[in-house]
């Protein structure tokens, strides 16, 4: 097969001559028409550098089937089949065809009754004329040089007998370019760093870039290990009647995070070891004014919640710090505050169930288990009156959810809740209680200053997703699970998370306190 240069050699030299190719069917290359396929690439790399100009001609032509080829060579069945009946009275056993003419027996009898060629007498098959004139032949012949049959009514008997078939083909009228020479300028591709150098950049002539070419197809998106736990919670939290909240800032004012949750301004967790503030922009006044006088008397005196306070001087300042959110506890004390405004708004309080899981951040040295950044599950229930107890049968429920079915609970401290509990699960391989989470009730502190009526309680719950997970999938470094070194091949292969609810203890999950 010609090469894409001889190819363009013969279009050029073609065009200087006869000025246009009316039809590129009639180009020949060692007295054989071009590969019509080979001469597009040919043509699409002249007309890209304006040398030509071309326009597609389609036509339908038709081409033998391998059976048709044959015939075309051999002759029909029919007329095999006539060949093989001797002159005369006598003629041919129908036993013995098959012997003569193979395959042609069966199509090649039909076709010669029907053109009167031969009969049947007896239990042998006689001619009827002397000569025949095998047109199907003759047919496949003309199809095969020319494409095509004057007659339609044959043609289509011939498809029909699967001896023909049809093609589209694709052939190419070709004039002049405004760029039009006999030569072909090599084109660059890039500028590199030799041409930068030696100054040919100068003189080079540049490939242009084809913004219509298609990409690369991209394979189809995976989710990553994690996303496809967070879907089996999410499933969890939906199914109890939980609304997802807005976790999609990871940037938040230190109001948000600490001041509105009722945590000290001097709070070690405030510190930056702890925590990652930013530089630019590094402050942020988004939250209401009225809010923040009632929580600044809070912190210093209790305010009107009958609280002494933490009896320092609080500092706005402090509050607008912005910072990469620590928890999501953050988003939750937005979320309740928005609550109240409803609440003023209507009159009427609505009992409400919210949950998020999201990415955190903490300024923490690095280890197999630790990242400065992981996810977060939380759920948050407001309603009137309710007490520890209900905090601690709706864990039992929530945890079981997710197959784990014996639950314990430790008094521990936040400064937001007030019981405070951390939740231990059994784990059957270490046989062992592990800690999976943190709890608690929202303190009056935190609760009256955004505006919820004195008789809401709001129960709260915090755990990791990265545990859970990498119990899940049998991950023992979190470098494994997150981060520049993960394997890409492994978020392709993993499968989606079906949390086994039966079974005791699949999941432990271990907050990442
Ligand atoms: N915010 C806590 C943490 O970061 C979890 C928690 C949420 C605790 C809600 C109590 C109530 O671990």
Redesign the pocket.
């Known amino acids: 097969m010609a090469t894409t240069e001889e190819l363009q050699t013969l279009v050029l030299t073609t065009l200087d001559k006869e000025n246009v190719i009316t039809d590129s069917k009639s180009l020949l290359v060692n007295d054989k028409p071009v590969d019509q396929l080979a001469l597009l690439g040919a043509l699409n790399s002249l007309k890209s550098k304006e040398m030509i100009d071309f326009t597609p001609i389609d036509r339908i032509t038709w081409i033998l089937t391998e059976e048709g080829k044959q015939l075309a060579k051999d002759g029909s069945h029919e007329a095999r089949v006539f060949a093989a009946i001797p002159a005369g009275e006598e003629g041919l056993p129908i036993a013995e065809l098959q012997n003569k003419v193979g395959a042609s027996a069966k199509p090649g009898q039909g076709k010669a009754f029907k053109n009167k060629w031969v009969s049947k007498k007896g239990a042998n098959l006689v001619r009827l004329v002397d000569t025949i004139v095998d047109e199907t032949q003759r047919d496949l012949k003309e199809i095969e040089s020319t494409g095509t049959l004057g007659d339609a009514k044959v043609l289509a008997d011939l498809k029909k007998r699967t001896l023909v078939d049809k093609q589209k083909t694709t052939t190419y009228s070709v004039s002049k370019g405004p760029d039009f020479s006999l030569t072909v300028k090599k084109e660059a591709t890039d500028i590199t760093t030799e041409m930068l150098q030696s100054g040919e950049w100068k003189n080079a002539t540049f490939k242009k870039y084809n913004f219509d070419a298609a990409g690369v197809p991209p394979n189809s998106g995976h989710l990553h290990p994690l996303m496809k736990v967070r879907q089996e919670f999410r499933e969890i939290f939906f199914e109890m009647g939980f609304q997802e909240m807005p976790t999609n800032c990871f940037a938040e004012s230190s109001f948000w995070n600490f001041d509105a949750l009722f945590q000290p301004q001097q709070h070690p967790a405030r510190d930056a070891h702890d925590t990652f503030f930013l530089k630019d922009p590094a402050t942020s006044d988004r939250y209401p004014r009225d809010l923040m006088e009632k929580i600044k008397n809070t912190h210093e005196n209790g305010g009107d919640t009958g609280s002494i306070g933490y009896n320092y001087k609080w500092k706005e300042e402090e509050a607008q710090k912005l910072i990469l959110r620590?928890?999501?506890?953050a988003v939750?004390s937005f979320m309740l505050h928005k609550l109240s405004e409803e609440t003023k708004k209507t009159g009427e309080f609505r009992p409400a169930k919210y949950f998020s899981i999201d990415r955190v951040f903490r300024n923490e040295s690095v280890d197999a288990t630790h990242l400065a950044e992981f996810h977060?599950i939380?759920g948050?229930i407001a309603d009137k009156n309710l007490t520890l107890g209900d905090l601690i049968g709706f864990m039992d429920i929530f945890f079981k959810k997710m197959g784990m079915d014996k639950i314990r609970f430790k008094p521990t401290y936040?400064p937001?809740?007030e019981p405070?509990m951390e939740i231990f699960s059994y784990h059957e391989g270490l046989k062992s209680w592990v800690e999976i989470g943190?709890?608690?009730m929202f303190r009056p502190e935190m609760l009256l200053p955004l505006g919820l009526p004195s008789d809401v309680r709001v129960i709260?719950?915090?755990l990791g997703l990265e545990r859970p997970t990498m119990v899940k999938y049998g991950i023992s470094n979190i470098r494994d699970l997150l981060g520049h070194k993960v394997n890409i091949g492994m978020i392709k292969e993993y499968p989606i998370c079906r949390l086994d609810k039966e079974s005791k203890d699949k999941i432990e999950g271990v907050?990442e306190?």
């Open positions: 620590t928890h999501t506890t939750s977060q939380e948050v936040n937001y809740t405070s943190n709890s608690g709260a719950w915090g907050s306190d």
